[in-house]
C-alpha cells in the first residue's frame, strides 16, 4: 500500500516538473527580453563549471595520493 502511494507521488511529482521544465522552455522562445541576463549567466555558468572541474580534479588526485600513500604504508585505511 505504501509502496503504491509513494509510486503515485512519485508519478505526480514527475509530471509537474516536466509540466514546470515545459513552461519555461515556452517562454524561453522570446530571448530577446533576456539577452543581457543570459549572457551573464553564461559567464557565471562558465565560471562554476571550470571550478567545479578544478575542484574534482583536485580531489582525484588528493585520493589517488592517499591510496598510494596507504599502500605503500602497508595500511588499509580502515580505522580500528
Avoid: N, P
Avoid at 502511494?5 to 527580453?33: H, Q, W
Avoid at 533576456?34 to 580534479?57: D, H, N, V, W
Amino acid at each position: 500500500m505504501y509502496q503504491q502511494i509513494a509510486m503515485y507521488a512519485t508519478v505526480f511529482f514527475v509530471f509537474l516538473l516536466a509540466l514546470a521544465f515545459a513552461f519555461v522552455y515556452g517562454e524561453s522562445k522570446r530571448s530577446g527580453e533576456y539577452s543581457t541576463i543570459q549572457e551573464k549567466g553564461y559567464k557565471i555558468r562558465k565560471f562554476y563549471f571550470l571550478g567545479l572541474i578544478a575542484i574534482m580534479g583536485f580531489c582525484h588526485c588528493h585520493d589517488a595520493w592517499q591510496a598510494a600513500v596507504r599502500q605503500q604504508s602497508g595500511r588499509s585505511g580502515r580505522l580500528k
